[in-house]
């Protein structure tokens, strides 16, 4: 399962798909990612009467990194931040133009700032 998983996400249509979905304001790549999972427990005639769902697909992938490439070059962690600690002042490439900037380029010194942050790739 996981095999052919990683076969249509490397497949030109569903890259495609990840590609129009990311420059659209309504959906992401995760989207497209959650209908491959979707197609291919149906595909192996696995449905939720049959207690298997997607989320058993996801920890097999979590199990298996040599073969979810997804999962095996993931490099998203747990932060070290705590509530309250000064955010460190990374360089950043501003989204609408690819110009560099850093996190607190523009943030007050008086005022709270959230950082929410995630990756375009």
Known sequence: MLR???DLRRSGEVLR?????ENSADTEWMDVAE??????VK???LTASRKFTIRDLRLAALRNPQIAFWVKHNR???GDLTVGEAAPNV???RASDGQPRTL???CSSTDRTVV???SIT
């Open 91 to 93: 360089n950043l490439l």
């Open 17 to 21: 798909q990840m590609e129009v979905a």
């Open 76 to 78: 998203a962690r747990t």
């Open 43 to 45: 595909e192996m005639g």
């Open 35 to 40: 209908k491959v999972q979707q197609r291919v």
């Open 4 to 6: 052919r998983e990683a």
């Open 104 to 106: 607190l380029d523009g």
């Open 116 to 118: 929410i942050a995630g």
